[in-house]
């Protein structure tokens, strides 16, 4: 699919301004220029600099990924210096120099200029390039109208993004901007156009979920991975009974039996009978509880207790009706454990 890579350490690689291009999330702009040889723009494949291929006991995780993917999270995170250092030190850069291109071309509003990049990064998907094609044009076109050249508008949606021949209800939407603008209101998606069309940055996130992984890691993936371990782990614990902000990633986790609630806490004896029914409410806070001498109570659960909050007695045609609709579904993270005097016959 085309991810490739420099061999040049990253000292030595074209260089964009920082911000924008190393974490997407940071919202910045760009303003420093790219220089670089036609030479550079050629897509090489990423090299290891001698490291071992593989990192970790069972020998599935490729070091190249790897460092990637910690270098991405770097920048997002803000550390911008740990993250060149790292492509420093590991000779294993986060983008080639035609990505890095691409990315500052899209940002500078260079739009033919970054739509020819787009082919010379090796994607042998053509339709992705034609989709990623149409999301620059798109975006030149927005552009054009928000300031007001509605003619050079038109000219792009014309000659540019027609000819592609994708999304045809997508450019019949655009051609609707530039022949009734007035019908169109500030909602919608006419709302989220004017909108795009201030931030590229919203562009090159749109075109970074659209390329393949290999040539734009996608944001925030090292946080996907850790948070899909941490809920494998927690689905897998045969016990669980914890909240998930008590997981740590320093261990596996894992609770044991003495986090089960296992203790009584109260007896409610308020019934005169043996009680058949009992139903929590979907919050937890109240407990109703049917009984064979015809009377319902809803229990109201407070910090220390169960307090009856509504005491009612019913016909017995009511009290069966009740029993019926009623089924016994007790969550397992109930903070209160509820024993009866009289015996629970189901």
Request: with cysteine; net charge negative.
């Amino acid at each position: 699919m085309g991810g490739v890579e420099d061999e040049e350490p990253a000292t030595k690689r074209v260089k964009l301004s920082t911000e924008e291009l190393r974490g997407l999330s940071n919202g910045s702009s760009l303003i420093e220029p790219v220089s670089g040889s036609s030479s550079d723009l050629m897509a090489r494949p990423l090299s290891s600099e001698g490291d071992e291929e593989v990192v970790g006991s069972k020998g599935v995780i490729k070091r190249v990924e790897f460092v990637r993917i910690i270098a991405k999270a770097l920048y997002s995170l803000g550390y911008k210096k740990s993250g060149e250092r790292l492509e420093e030190e590991s000779g294993i850069p986060l983008h080639s120099s035609v990505v890095n291109l691409f990315m500052q071309q899209v940002l500078d509003g260079s739009w033919d200029e970054s739509v020819a990049t787009l082919k010379k990064i090796g994607l042998l998907d053509e339709s992705i390039v034609k989709s990623a094609s149409f999301l620059i044009l798109e975006q030149k076109f927005l552009e054009l109208l928000n300031a007001e050249k509605v003619m050079d508008a038109l000219n792009t949606l014309r000659t540019e993004i027609t000819p592609l021949c994708i999304n045809v209800t997508r450019v019949r939407e655009l051609s609707s901007r530039v022949v009734a603008p007035s019908q169109f209101v500030l909602v919608g998606s006419h709302s989220q156009d004017i909108l795009r069309a201030k931030s590229r940055s919203k562009l090159l996130e749109e075109l970074q979920k659209l390329l393949p992984p290999t040539v734009m890691i996608p944001e925030r993936r090292l946080e996907h991975l850790v948070e899909q371990a941490l809920l494998l782990q927690r689905d897998a614990c045969p016990f669980h009974n914890s909240l998930d902000k008590e997981m740590s990633l320093y261990t596996d986790h894992q609770c044991g039996r003495d986090q089960i609630p296992s203790q009584t806490l109260q007896i409610l004896r308020d019934h005169n009978d043996e009680v058949w029914f009992l139903q929590f409410s979907h919050n937890g806070k109240y407990l109703a509880s049917s009984s064979n001498d015809r009377s319902v109570i809803i229990w109201e659960g407070t910090s220390h207790n169960w307090i009856i909050s509504m005491p009612h007695n019913m016909g017995e045609h009511q009290t069966q009706h009740f029993q019926t609709k009623c089924s016994l579904e007790i969550p397992i993270d109930s903070c209160v454990l509820v024993e009866l005097d009289k015996p629970l016959n189901l």
